[in-house]
């Protein structure tokens, strides 16, 4: 029907108007400035993974440094 095509063109024109804000969100200076040290930190953790001798205990540490800073990746909270 009439009414459920006009919903659903609605409904889809809400998702994108959504996802088209969310492509001009800026960052402020602290998120910026945080998000650097994130990262930093990151590249840190596989350098020193670089030295190690055993292949495997690498690749383990690795992997375990990519699940954490994945699963908190998300984490807004500020720092007091």
Do not use: C, G, P
């Not at 919903?7 to 959504?18: D, G, I, R, T």
């Not at 088209?20 to 402020?28: G, K, P, R, S, Y």
């Amino acid at each position: 029907s009439n009414k459920k095509v006009f919903q659903n063109a609605l409904s889809l024109s809400q998702v994108l108007s959504n996802k088209i804000l969310n492509l001009f969100t800026f960052a402020t200076l602290l998120q910026f400035m945080t998000r650097q040290k994130v990262l930093n930190l990151y590249r840190k953790f596989f350098r020193v993974t670089k030295n190690l001798a055993d292949d495997s205990q690498k690749q383990e540490l690795r992997d375990w440094v990519k699940s954490e800073f994945k699963t908190k990746s998300k984490i807004t909270d500020k720092v007091k």
